[in-house]
Nanobody, 124 residues
Framework: QLQLVESGGGLVQPGGSLRLSCAAS????????VGWFRQAPGKEREGVSC????????DVADSVKGRFTISRDNAKNTVYLQMNSLKPEDTAVYYC?????????????????WGQGTQVTVSS
């Protein structure tokens, strides 16, 4: 079965950190760029970050720049999102998705695979 599975979400206090993982099964994630998206209740889905298939380039949304870092370990078929200095406005369901390229990944229309999402809640 071809799928992406996110993990690592949870409840964290403002200023805290979480690391999300996106693991692929049934296909080789190294052949794909991978993006992270999030969607808060009542809001549109937002592209957060994307990393190329080789890991040589990445993009990050202005809203999380300097706080979130994307990385990948192709040997483990996994992509990570390190989230530091979390804010209440970062609360959302976070999804990963695989696509051929990071070009305009934030539009969320060119992805081949999507994960089921993991909840991140930032609250005191």
């Amino acid at each position: 079965q071809l799928q992406l599975v996110e993990s690592g979400g949870g409840l964290v206090q403002p200023g805290g950190s979480l690391r999300l993982s996106c693991a692929a099964s049934g296909f080789t994630l190294a052949n794909y760029a991978v993006g992270w998206f999030r969607q808060a209740p009542g809001k549109e889905r937002e592209g957060v970050s994307c990393i190329s298939s080789s890991g040589s380039s990445s993009d990050v949304a202005d809203s999380v720049k300097g706080r979130f870092t994307i990385s990948r370990d192709n040997a483990k078929n996994t992509v990570y999102l390190q989230m530091n200095s979390l804010k209440p406005e970062d609360t959302a369901v976070y999804y990963c998705a695989a696509s051929i390229t990071c070009f305009r990944y934030y539009e969320g229309t060119g992805q081949d695979y999507w994960g089921q999402g993991t909840q991140v809640t930032v609250s005191s």
